[in-house]
């Protein structure tokens, strides 16, 4: 199933306490251009197929990245590419934007994602124990 736009925004800017959906919106790119990067094949595709389309283009394009990040480096990331961002800030804007991300993967296909990425991602999706 796939998440209206109106919808996912809602539920990043709920979890990430954003003042307004411009926020939330923000967030979800820069997250989603980087976890892009990690995922190959059909989980990425699977994934973006669950999103609504603006954000499903960004997962299926996104940044580069050379290696694999580890959440924290991730963390790191994501904080630069916010403006005004600090990892404390950021850590919150991963979190909002992966476990709506989580929510509508379902876990089937979360167990795919996870296994593509770094130890810890589990943590950051709101998934403990699922990676």
Known sequence: ????????????????????????????????????????????????????????LILLNPLQSAEPLSPERFIRATAAWIDGATETTATWDVSAVLSTVADAAGQDLMKRVLFQLPTGYDLLFGRPGEG
Do not use: C, N
Request: charged fraction near 30%.
């Open 1 to 56: 199933m796939t998440l209206r736009q109106e919808s996912f925004l809602e539920h990043v800017r709920e979890r990430g306490g954003y003042p307004g959906s411009r926020e939330a919106d923000r967030a979800a790119r820069v997250v989603l251009a980087l976890l892009g990067a990690h995922l190959i094949g059909s989980e990425r595709a699977e994934l973006a197929a669950r999103l609504p389309e603006t954000y499903a």
